[in-house]
């Protein structure tokens, strides 16, 4: 059954984001991510973002307006935007650590479609390399 849609996108940060605005943009993203049921991860390092957000269809759809306005981001490319069957981060209302520019550069021209059409098949290898990294630091 399908129940969940999974965004993946990329993204330049209009300025370098000092660590109180950081605070502030994930203390917003997190307040508003538990209210709509989204769950995912943030990287940040070297002028870019990489953000993997999921949950119900309609708040993904709400939730990633609310990111496309940001003023502080721009030039967001969109690497994966399909339904799943269930969370590859559900511990998260975002998590978020540092990326170098080689971690991202391998992350975001990994591969990130599917496959399969069906929601239940194996994550495409983008998320899977998404999945070891942010499990690595986990630990
Ligand atoms: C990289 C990035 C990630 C964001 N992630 C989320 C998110 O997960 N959930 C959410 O509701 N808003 C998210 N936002 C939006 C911010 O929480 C906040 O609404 C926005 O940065 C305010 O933009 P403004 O400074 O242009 O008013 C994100 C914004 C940026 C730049």
Redesign the pocket.
Known sequence: MTTLRTIVYV?S?THKLSEAEMEA??L???E??QR?G?T?I?L?GEGN?M?C?EGPPDAVAL?YA??R?????HDLITLMDEASAERYFPDWY?GVTPASHSAQLELSSAQWQRLSRDASATAPPGMQLLQRFWQKLAR
Do not use: K
Request: net charge positive; no cysteine.
């Open positions: 993204s940060a943009l994930l917003d993203a997190r508003a991510n709509h989204i995912g943030l940040y973002f953000q957000f939730i609310r990111i306005a940001s003023r502080q981001h975002m």
